[in-house]
């Protein structure tokens, strides 16, 4: 268990570095992407029913919404991920 604890203290330090602008962003982009490329591929093999000029207006739609969503969860990860870094800082500090 102790080792886990350090592997993400140490990946956290090395993210942290980046900044927060990176970090939330970037898995922004991730999530959103991988979402809208389902999306694609699904109606590309098996919606039968819709046509380009309906499904790009939800694929716009789902793009908007997703990265809006996406940049705020990502921003309350970053807050819980860094008090979880804080408090294990500061238990570090004392010993």
Do not use: P
């Not at 268990?1 to 970037?26: D, E, P």
């Not at 789902?62 to 990502?74: E, Q, R």
């Amino acid at each position: 268990m102790n080792s886990w604890i350090n592997k993400q203290y140490n990946r956290w330090a090395i993210t942290r570095r980046k900044g927060r602008l990176h970090y939330v962003i970037k898995h922004t982009l991730i999530v959103a992407g991988a979402v809208l490329f389902g999306s694609f591929l699904g109606f590309m093999l098996f919606d039968k029913i819709r046509n380009w000029g309906e499904f790009s207006i939800d694929f716009g739609i789902a793009a908007i919404a997703l990265l809006v969503f996406g940049l705020v969860i990502n921003h309350i990860i970053w807050i819980v991920a860094e008090i979880f870094y804080e408090k294990e800082f500061a238990k570090r500090e004392r010993t």
